[in-house]
């Protein structure tokens, strides 16, 4: 099984992105995030056309979402209320009948790594730690792969400079502290540092600020692939699709790709 996850950033604007990485990889499940489409208004038959005719989608207007792409049949789960916000950050879906399949879109936190003074980062750090009590309640007891856009870069080489970035939203300690947490709750591995050594700068998005992203190469890696204990002598390649950010009207975001037996 070939997986892709990508922050596509407005499904409707980058359909024709999307249908040019399908040419070019050919995954049997695509996960997606900020879709930023409400349900109703959904591409559905333009997706079901690239091949997918399996579709789970959780949107919403103008703002986040998720979706799932499979050429495999799956059984849906009931979408999960994550902050009592209703806000379509997360899909689960059940391929083959036993492996559980989780896409999430983690909140960015904003620009200030206070709390007390930043709304968007208290429902980030609220976020984080209900994910965690998740998992310590409901460790996966099958199989299972957990992707996202999970708006954080936890190792040293995960961002362009550890040390400037500490106080830099998306790699402060408590945001590292929380998703290692999560991360040990679900007894999770990091399915690409499984190919990459940790020693190696490894990046998934670059900002739209930066004038040069390939000159500055001013990265952070804020998406992610992990699969349970059980999977991991199954990984056969895991690859980052940094030539993605050159595409015409990118997305911030590059694709992640997980070949998987």
Known sequence: MRLVTWNINSLRLRLDLLRRLIQEEQPDVICLQEIKVQDSEFPEEEVKGMG???VLRHGMKGYN??????????????????CDKSDSRHGCVVLGGDLD?????????????DPAKNVKFAHKLQFLDEVHAHFRKARPGKKGIMVG??????????????????DVVSHTP???????????????????????????KLFSWWSYRSPDWTRNDRGRRLDHIWVTPDLQKDLKAARIRRDMRSWKQPSDHVAVVLDIA
Do not use: C, M
């Open 101 to 113: 399949l989780q896409n999430f879109y983690i909140p960015a936190g904003g620009d200030i790594p």
């Open 149 to 166: 856009d999970l708006n954080i870069a936890p190792l040293e080489h995960d961002v362009w400079s550890h040390k400037q970035l500490l």
């Open 52 to 54: 997918y005719p399996h």
């Open 174 to 200: 408590i945001e590292v502290e929380k998703l290692t947490a999560i991360k040990a709750a679900g007894l999770w591995v990091d399915a690409v540092r499984h190919f990459v050594p940790e020693s190696e």
């Open 65 to 82: 979402g998720i979706a799932i792409l499979s050429r495999l049949p799956f059984l849906a789960n009931d979408p999960q209320n994550w």
